[in-house]
């Protein structure tokens, strides 16, 4: 009779946790430890600020399992306040340090998985305020129990733009504190480009938030933060959402392979480089789906979809992980943010070529009530019409177009493919030409040459090289709003007034693309020399507007 297989995991969140269950489904008789270092398991980091906020009203609910319950469904040994300190690979044991009765123990494995996920970047050394993370169920009840002894209006700093500092920012909003956001980079949601970022800025602007760019937190003086703008701001807590790095250490002492990114390097199946040692969740390094290169994600999903993929190796079923994506969505005082793919920073910074697409379409059908306008940005490969990447901001129906577009993305299908996906149609849901269907004609259009377009931050060296900008829209639109020295010649007039237009390239522009394509069309079939400003109007002064200084006055 074969031996049970003993394996350790360490780690009892995301990935550690879909390992272990995984594991146990494909294999009855293994015996399976898991040791967390943290009181909990199993629970939900990902709606830990919405508890904060007051939106998840009951503690307990972010727990989605404990030691107990574990052992009863999945017979798991689960220990928590357990830390692991040391692995010696070469006799494939761990010494586990019991945080409750002081007392450290060796144990043997036949394999281990690493999930001890990602560790805290601090920004500052010492606080005089009180400072918390907001990653763990014991953060929410410290930062919940501070929130409770504040009396009258109170204030708080959030350092960090990115997902988990956004969620903070609208949480501690809802509880009725005044909050100021320091964010070191030049815009929140670094991963975003400059022209979809000022309107998460405006939204947060509007709202009353006060957004600092480009600026980190220096330290902290009795109850006021000091910035390294020289500014000071009263606070009554400070929520640390700076970022994270791997939490390597284990597997860096124990020899295993380090990937480019600072990860834990892994094959396919999330083997280490120890045949013996897996290694799944926010401190792995995972494969880019665009470049194959190494890249950091700290996403639940691919955490528990890589915990499955040990799972199976372990049991000797091995299914290869499939590349990153990084699909990531986030809500924001009524905004939806989604993202997948490569940026356009991040393809130019790589010199890799690429096509961008701006559209703005209705979340659906303009005539049925409560359409809202959503902006969608297009990242394509100019040779093969693969898509890179895509950023969608809006209110209803971002979710259901970010998936389409990480679906596509996976499937291989190009960016004029998207025009002929068919998707279901509804006046309240969507419209016959669903916001898919349009990015992927005006793609298409790109890739057959029907039409060309230039970005909002070519257009003034276009302009200074002698290209004439024409304004299709009507005069109203051009009254309320125009790009300086533009010549307003409306659609409907332009087969009529074209001979006004000196030889020579013409750029035209309408609102938000589409007019301007059809001016761009009737002017090259009329012999001219003619490309249209990509997404119009509202792309250019959301890009003008990242230029300068946000501008909350400006209606995303």
Partial sequence: ???????????????????????????????????????????????????????????????????????????????????????????????????????????????????????????????????????????????TATMAHLDGQASAVVIGGGFIGVEAVENLARRGIRVTLAQRGRHVLSPLDPEMAVLVQNRLVAEGVDVRTGTTVTGTVHDLVQFSDGTEVRADLIIDASGVHPDSGLARTAGLRIGSSGGIWVDATQRTSDPAIYAVGDGTEKTDAIDGSGVLVTMAGLANRHGRAAADAIAGVPTAAAPALGTAIVGLFGLTVAMVGWSEKRLAAAGRPHRVIHTHPGSHASYYPGAATMHMKLLVDPLTDAILGAQIIGGEGVDKRIDILATAMSAGITASGLSRLELAYAPQYGSAKDPINQIGYVADNLATGATASIQWHELDDARRAGAVLVDVRSRAEHAAGRILESINIPLEELRDRVWELADGPIIVHCQVGQRGHTAARILSQLGRSVTNLDGGYLTWHAGTTSRTSIQPTFIA
């Avoid at 297989?5 to 995301?14: E, P, Q, T």
């Avoid at 043997?108 to 763990?136: H, K, N």
């Fill in 1 to 143: 009779m074969t031996e049970a297989l003993r394996v350790i995991i360490v780690g009892g969140v995301a990935g550690g946790m879909s390992a272990a269950t995984r594991l146990r489904r494909l294999d009855e008789s293994a015996e399976i430890i898991v040791f967390e270092r943290g009181p909990y398991v199993s629970f939900a980091n990902c709606g830990l600020p919405y508890y904060v906020g007051g939106v998840i009203t009951e503690r307990d609910s972010l727990l989605m399992q404990t030691p107990e319950s574990l052992a009863n469904r999945f017979r798991l040994d689960v220990r928590t306040r357990h830390e692991v300190l040391a692995i010696d690979a070469s006799a494939k044991a761990v010494i586990v340090h019991d945080l409750v009765s002081g007392s450290s123990t060796e144990f043997a494995y036949d394999r281990l998985v690493l999930a001890s996920g990602a560790a805290m970047s601090a920004s500052f050394e010492q606080a005089s305020i009180p400072t918390f993370s907001l990653r763990s169920v014991d953060d929410v009840d410290h930062i």
